[in-house]
């Protein structure tokens, strides 16, 4: 008896849905390393990060269009292999975006919490958005927001993300870093 015991135990252990991320999951740690390494890491020199893509392989400008919002910028693809996204920066603002189509929404929202929701000193952190809306596009959708500043400072970090668990959704996940004047 024990032994069978055991052989369920070592089963469960060595199955894949207990040692292993899920699709979803990686995809949300692979959303978080971008957003990370591009948008925060180059939201004081913006101009920097578009003289270092400069080289790359853009998206078409019917294309980037949509990921541009109607701004007039650049969008391109950021190659993964847990996803498809596409980095987009709009000209004229001190604004990164990241798009990701498919990911664990939950887990996103979690690691970029824990990303954005504590900011180094002598800057604070504040929560300004948490708001779930209904759209055509994507379904439902949350999107929460945080930024970091020093007291009574001009500009100020502004943090989002906006997550549609749907899997009907177009977009799943988008993160944007921007600086922002009051």
Not at 3 to 23: C, E, M, Q, R, Y
Not at 56 to 72: I, R, T, V, Y
Not at 145 to 162: C, D, G, H, Q
């Amino acid at each position: 008896m024990h032994k069978h015991i055991i052989a369920l135990v070592l089963t469960g252990l060595a199955s894949p849905a207990v040692t292993a991320a899920s699709d979803g999951e990686n995809q949300a740690n692979s959303f978080e390393k971008h957003y990370a390494s591009i948008c925060l890491k180059h939201l004081n020199n913006l101009d920097a990060l578009r003289e270092n893509l400069k080289s790359l392989p853009k998206l078409p400008p019917e294309k980037a269009s949509h990921f541009l919002a109607g701004n007039a910028g650049d969008a391109w693809p950021v190659p993964d292999q847990y996803g498809t996204f596409v980095l987009a920066l709009p000209a004229g603002k001190n604004m990164c975006t990241l798009h990701l189509r498919r990911a664990d929404t939950e887990v996103a929202k979690k690691q970029f919490i824990a990303l954005v929701g504590k900011a180094p000193s002598p800057l604070v952190a504040k929560q300004v958005r948490n708001e779930k809306n209904q759209t055509a596009a994507n379904g439902p959708t949350q999107t929460v927001a945080y930024e970091w500043s020093v007291p009574n400072a001009p500009r100020k970090m502004l943090f989002i993300l906006t997550i549609a668990p749907s899997e009907t959704a177009r977009l799943q996940v988008l993160g944007s870093a921007a600086i922002v004047s009051q």
